[in-house]
């Protein structure tokens, strides 16, 4: 399975941004899928995953504000961010999980929060 990120990009701060992660095979059998972000000099952080089962679980920092969803249809997850601050900016990385518990990752979208 190949991860294909998008909808990153340049936004003031209490803005907003969908970002995409699409799947080039089915989700449907994947156990998990979110995405993790990395800012410079930081470690990666998960910001979010949503399982098979449509359950949610968010990084405190994001709670509130982050929602991610799953179209196992159209074979993409999305990260609908809102309220946006400059700490959130970061290359963000979708990933996946499937049941043999390999992981798959996308290339990265770079979010930038930025007045």
């Known amino acids: 399975v190949q991860l294909q990120a998008s909808g990153g990009g340049l936004v003031r701060p209490g803005g907003s941004l969908r970002l995409s992660c699409a799947a080039s095979?089915?989700?449907?059998?994947?156990?998990?899928m979110g995405w993790y972000r990395q800012a410079p000099g930081k470690q990666r952080e998960l910001v979010s995953r949503?399982?098979?089962?449509?359950?949610?679980n968010y990084a405190d920092s994001v709670k509130g504000r982050f929602t991610i969803s799953r179209d196992n249809a159209k074979n993409t997850v999305y990260l609908e961010m809102s309220s946006l601050k400059p700490e959130d900016s970061a290359v963000y990385y979708c990933?996946?999980?499937?049941?043999?518990?390999?992981?798959?990752w996308g290339q990265g979208t770079l979010v930038t929060v930025s007045s």
């Open positions: 949503i399982t098979s089962g449509y359950s949610t």
């Open positions: 990933y996946a999980v499937d049941s043999d518990y390999d992981v798959y």
């Open positions: 095979g089915s989700i449907f059998s994947m156990l998990r």
